[in-house]
């Protein structure tokens, strides 16, 4: 249940069921119950009651029938299977470690990767009771739930009231805009920080009467609409083309993942209150930076100016292609009191030191080296470099115990296979640098659903 309060009243609430979909044939569902009004500007997923759990009796009797000669009972057995998430991983495992036909390994390898792709797109359920609490605590108790913390800029902290706030197993964006409600304080739309924290600022993406889609790990929400009319002078008389892009923001949670590429958004269904469709021939294979920044991913969404446009976009619906960064290792090297020390992750070699005295702190080499013949700009393991080579992404830590960040870095050459980083640091000798690392990249489709947002 999520109750909100306000800070002279109270709320009554419905209950809702919340489903988060997965963008596939083989859906896997979550539930949670939401108990309050939504907030305004909250726009929550449509709903349908959770499957019931299935028993490790059922999930065997399924991995069976995918031995099946019949198409129809091995079909309804991989949704069965997709549909379990991840109850039924261990068996299937299990069986894909077997004697299992070709067929079955190719559906059970399947099927796992449907079951990674709903656990990356559901994102984690919060729990949360907590009455007249200050804000700052709430949100830190919200963000580590989720793997991340909060980094609060612009003075934010010292403007925040005291908060009521109750959930049980509720969707971590959904917490995050009831906060956002309650204080007035979200996610920062471009703030370019440490990469593993959540920057929250006054006035962010979640405020109150944003037009807000949440789909579990993720929140989209339209910041501002920009309208274009142009002429091309074409040999035959000028052509005139009017169109508007809705400027929108990606939130992802920081810690959870890494680094986030988006492509074009893909528009499946756009009407204004007029009923005009507002399609527009989508651009493809449009690429949108490497790294995302502490969560939040930037994009536009083009759309075509009707002949007798309404005075609101009433649905837009559609999905983001992306490919998002996952299974996270720690980097963790301690300074030896002589010379470097040095780690591997997946063949790049890394390494930090010795630290030496200079005045007003101390100074260290951090030196980054890919295998040779390695370097592909598209690589997973270019992936894992770029963020290697994001100094202001680690910890240092000092000898006691204190955390200590870097006051000055620059990189020097190496040629395409390394990279070299001069680092400078103050408030302590360096004893470790630790950083968080993701290894493997995976494809995804992020749902667009937004609704109510006002035309140009």
């Known amino acids: 249940m999520l109750k909100q309060v306000f800070q002279k009243s109270g709320g009554t609430g419905t209950e809702l069921w919340i489903a988060i979909l997965c963008v596939s044939a083989l859906t896997a569902f979550v539930s949670c119950n939401l108990c309050a009004a939504p907030a305004a500007g909250l726009l929550p997923t449509s709903a349908k009651p959770a499957l019931s759990q299935p028993s490790q009796k059922d999930i065997q009797h399924w991995i069976l029938q995918l031995g099946s000669h019949r198409y129809s009972i091995r079909h309804a057995a991989a949704k069965n299977l997709s549909a379990a998430g991840d109850a039924a991983v261990p068996e299937m495992k299990k069986a894909l470690a077997g004697l299992t036909t070709p067929e079955m390994r190719h559906v059970l390898r399947q099927s796992l990767r449907h079951i990674a792709h709903a656990d990356l797109l559901r994102g984690p359920l919060i729990t949360l009771n907590a009455e007249d609490i200050s804000a700052e605590e709430a949100f830190d108790r919200v963000c580590r739930q989720a793997g991340t913390i909060p980094n609060f800029v612009n003075g934010t902290q010292g403007m925040m009231p005291q908060v009521t706030i109750h959930a049980d197993k509720v969707p971590f964006w959904q917490v995050m805009q009831k906060l956002a409600v309650l204080t007035g304080v979200s996610p920062s739309p471009g703030y370019y920080g440490n990469p593993q924290q959540l920057t929250l600022i006054q006035n962010g993406v979640l405020g109150k009467g944003h037009s807000i889609d949440i789909e579990g790990g993720f929140a989209i929400t339209a910041q501002s609409v920009t309208y274009n009319r142009s002429v091309t002078f074409m040999p035959s008389g000028p052509s005139a083309a009017q169109t508007f892009n809705i400027q929108a923001v990606l939130l992802s949670i920081p810690g959870k993942t890494g680094p986030l590429q988006i492509q074009q958004a893909v528009v499946t269904k756009a009407l204004d209150n007029h009923g005009n469709s507002l399609m527009t021939p989508t651009p493809g294979n449009i690429w949108y930076g490497g790294s995302q920044m502490g969560g939040v991913a930037n994009f536009n969404i083009p759309l075509q100016w009707p002949p007798h446009p309404g005075t609101a976009i009433t649905e837009l619906k559609g999905y983001i292609p992306a490919i998002i960064s996952w299974h996270r290792k720690v980097l963790d090297l301690k300074f030896k009191a002589k010379g470097a020390?040095?780690?591997?992750?997946?063949?790049?070699?890394?390494?930090?030191?010795?630290c030496t005295g200079q005045p007003g702190g101390w100074h260290f080499a951090y030196r980054i080296l890919q295998p040779t013949g390695a370097y592909n700009p598209n690589s997973n393991l270019q992936n894992i470099m770029n963020q290697l080579g994001q100094v202001n992404s680690a910890t240092i830590i000092s000898a006691g115990g204190r955390t200590i960040q870097a006051n000055g870095w620059s990189g020097g050459g190496g040629g395409p296979q390394g990279m070299t980083y001069s680092v400078n640091v103050m408030g302590g000798k360096?004893?470790?640098?630790?950083?968080?690392?993701?290894?493997?990249?995976?494809?995804?489709?992020?749902?667009?659903?937004l609704k109510n947002i006002p035309m140009p």
Do not use: C, H, W, Y
């Open 430 to 449: 360096p004893a470790e640098f630790r950083m968080d690392v993701f290894t493997r990249q995976q494809s995804l489709q992020i749902p667009l659903n």
């Open 341 to 354: 020390v040095s780690a591997s992750i997946d063949g790049i070699k890394i390494s930090v030191g010795p």
